[in-house]
């Protein structure tokens, strides 16, 4: 089973990976906690030259809740202030739960599944 602090860590370490800068997460030491996007809480915010990510990590029984559905939607559909650019939505999963987050993402509207981007979170 992976903790919550694991799941941001390797959602972390993906921004990194990717050449994304963070610049807030949960968990942290250095950094502070991202604040609040609407009513949903997010594990990480990072940038990478213009472009920002929010990042999420989701659990098994939160990916068989229904109420994630909208959640992922609002927060792909985030626009950076005054700027016509969305926001790219990591979402982090257990790799056991890759599938059903991909079909999760491939009910929503197109433009909504170009912001998004699925990534297995591993023991």
Known sequence: MITPKESVDAL???FWQNGYLTLSRKYG???PAPKK???YEVDAVARYK???AIGISLTEEELN???VISKI???A?????SKNRRVTLFVGVPAE???KAKIIVSGLDENLRKNIKVVPIHD
Do not use: C, W
Not at 77 to 81: F, K, L, T, V, Y
């Open 29 to 31: 030491t250095y950094l």
């Open 37 to 39: 996007v609407g009513q």
């Open 97 to 99: 739960s890759l599938s």
């Open 50 to 52: 213009q472009k920002i």
């Open 65 to 67: 809740d229904p109420a």
């Open 12 to 14: 972390i370490e993906y």
């Open 73 to 75: 939607s609002f927060l």
């Open 77 to 81: 559909s985030r626009n950076p202030e």
